[in-house]
């Protein structure tokens, strides 16, 4: 399965990734990619760009080096009422946002009732597209409620192909997400989460957890722009082409 798409890219603005927006893309296009979203760290990260960058992101061209470039984020999520790290009105400017735990902003907890009910008022707010790596296993979720929570609202899960690496003991959990999304027929998207542009576009940790689960390709967004656009676009009106 060619994934022509990276919905999960950070840059040198993350304060510990090191490429900038343009390496990011130059290195795209190397690759034959043909979309990447850009998105950096809310805020409550230590590191991490102000609330204005991301306004400022709306700046930048919308494609470079002939590759398509979200304008994006991934904002922390702070509590676990689901409140992010970024206004609303600076997430509804945005082409796509993506919302994640880390354990650098909120304590792990084990408890999976309240991590669960945390990451469906995520979903719940209208200018959430994703989660991020739900299958981190520092909080585990009802993964069956969490996909029919994305089903109800129509937003997206991740595969997150970094998990692998940095959030060991999540493979089970991908996997069974990817599973549940199968089950329901919803979609999903894959970020490789680099962290450096020779990582952009870097998918062996996803395709094999998509494989492992006969995952179908249709319901795999990365493989056209026209599908993604269409879908990000029937989420909320962003005049995404
Ligand atoms: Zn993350
Ligand atoms: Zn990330």
Redesign the pocket.
């Known amino acids: 399965m060619k994934l022509i798409i990276d919905m999960?890219t950070h840059t040198i603005a993350s304060g510990h990734a090191f490429s900038t927006i343009e390496e990011m893309a130059a290195a795209a296009a190397a690759k034959g990619l043909r979309m990447i979203a850009t998105t950096d760290?809310g805020p409550a990260m230590e590191g991490a760009p102000i609330a204005m960058f991301f306004s400022a992101l709306l700046m930048l061209p919308k494609e470079i080096s002939g590759v398509r470039v979200l304008r994006g984020v991934?904002a922390n999520i702070v509590d676990y009422d689901g409140s992010l790290d970024l206004p609303q009105d600076v997430l509804k400017r945005l082409d796509f946002v993506?919302a994640?735990f880390?354990e650098v902003v909120l304590r792990p907890s084990k408890d999976r009732a309240q991590n669960t009910r945390a990451m469906i008022n995520v979903l719940e707010n209208p200018y959430v597209d994703a989660i991020?790596?739900p299958g981190n296993s520092n909080y585990p979720v009802d993964i069956p409620a969490v996909a029919r929570a994305a089903r109800e609202r129509g937003k997206l899960l991740e595969i997150?192909n970094n998990s692998a690496v940095v959030r060991p003991g999540s493979e089970d959990n991908c996997r069974r997400i990817a599973e549940a999304c199968r089950e329901l027929k919803i979609p999903v998207i894959c970020g490789s989460?680099a962290h450096t542009s020779f990582n952009v576009g870097a998918f062996s940790n996803t395709q094999k957890i998509l494989k492992s689960v006969n995952f179908p390709k249709e319901l795999v967004l990365n493989t056209s722009v026209r599908k993604m656009t269409k879908f990000l676009n029937g989420i909320r009106k962003r005049g995404l082409k």
Request: proline share 0%; aromatic share 0%.
């Open positions: 999960h760290h991934e993506l994640g880390h991020s790596h997150n989460d």
